[in-house]
């Protein structure tokens, strides 16, 4: 199944604005509801994702290229664990550890955001490349 990639640009985009809000207010509430919107996101049903269809792609033209939507929910996966942990860091009044959490998925939404760098897409690869037996 194939994606049009500024699909999840622009999720990362809002991404990237709810999680600095974390960071800013410390809001454990506003990370578990990221939380679910990339719970949705891994399995295809991302709120950001249905703005983009119904409000962003019609004013656009259709992309150059597609990408392969595996690695999109992996991504989505990686930022469940980097919420999660947030989470058990605001629960656990372990502050370091939310914040610290936080930051590092505002970092990769950031990323791909601003330059169209994946990482949780980038890991996906690596990984795929890593298991024995695989040629791509």
Do not use: H
Request: with cysteine; aromatic share 10%.
């Amino acid at each position: 199944m194939q994606a049009d990639p500024r699909s999840p640009r622009f999720s990362a985009a809002i991404t990237t604005v709810v999680l600095a809000l974390v960071l800013v207010t410390g809001s454990a509430w506003l990370l578990a509801l990221q939380a679910i919107v990339f719970v949705l996101g891994a399995l295809d049903s991302s709120p950001y994702g249905y703005l983009f269809r119904r409000f962003v792609r019609p004013r656009l033209g259709p992309p150059r290229e597609l990408e392969d939507v595996a690695s999109l929910r992996f991504a989505q996966g990686v930022g469940i664990v980097f919420a999660v942990v947030g989470l058990i860091g605001f629960t656990a009044g372990i502050t370091p550890l939310a914040l610290g959490a936080t930051a590092a998925a505002l970092l990769a939404a950031f990323l791909n955001a601003a330059f169209g760098f994946c990482l949780g897409c980038e890991m996906y690869l690596i990984i795929r490349r890593l298991q024995p037996g695989r040629t791509t």
